[in-house]
């Protein structure tokens, strides 16, 4: 039997190079049924509190917008960002604060947002800056996760969809700044050089 091919929810490129191509891994029709079950298992675990989200950029744009509006209840967010050095397996995981929260996190139920988990180095450094600033709960909800290149001991709380080590971009995820615009979450693929290097 063959597989059928997920096809493209739009016909929106973002302005695809000849010498690549995409190929829909988990179409936006599917990402966003995902992330109505994900609210409801948030607010499962917390049905009346208010939940601050803090989205790491800028990947995570999309999926803050789109989880907050099938949040029910009270629901605000701040955004932050890092930059990693040497991400792979020879990265030292040291992460560079960019931008800083806005508004303090002490005391309340903070969920980090974020849109593909890796090698975990990034959620690590992240849990511990977060920690040290003493919310009431602290909570992870990945888009992506890229179990098998996992080198720190992380986990999410809530997973949107468990992906093969493949390059991906869309629905937020970039390749030097570009296709971040996609609306599915695809592969990409260098039509000289095979797939593209890693994630
Ligand atoms: C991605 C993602 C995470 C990080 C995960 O960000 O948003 O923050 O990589 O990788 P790790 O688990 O190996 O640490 P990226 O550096 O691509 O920045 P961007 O969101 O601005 O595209």
Do not use: W
Request: glycine letters at 6%; charged letters at 30%.
């Amino acid at each position: 039997m063959t597989k059928k091919r997920a096809t493209p929810s739009s016909k929106n490129t973002a302005g695809l190079r000849p010498e690549e191509s995409v190929r829909v891994l988990i179409t936006d029709a599917r990402v966003k049924a995902r992330l109505k079950q994900l609210a409801r298992e948030i607010r499962r675990d917390f049905p009346t509190e208010p939940l601050h989200l803090i989205s790491v950029l800028k990947g995570s744009v999309f999926f803050l917008t789109d989880l907050a509006r099938e949040l029910g209840g009270e629901v605000s967010f701040d955004f932050l960002s890092v930059s990693s050095y040497g991400h792979g397996t020879d990265s030292t995981g040291e992460v560079k604060l960019i931008k800083d929260l806005d508004v303090s996190i002490e005391g309340k139920t903070v969920i980090v947002v974020e849109d593909i988990l890796d090698t975990g180095l990034t959620l690590k450094y992240l849990l511990r800056f977060f920690e040290e600033k003493k919310p009431k709960h602290l909570r992870v909800v990945v888009l992506l996760d890229k179990v098998e290149r996992r080198i720190a001991d992380v986990r999410a709380d809530y997973t949107g969809f468990v992906i093969p080590n493949e390059f991906v971009v869309g629905y937020g995820l970039d390749f030097d700044e570009r296709y971040r615009n996609l609306p599915d979450v695809c592969v990409l693929q260098f039509a000289s050089r095979g797939k593209a290097k890693s994630a």
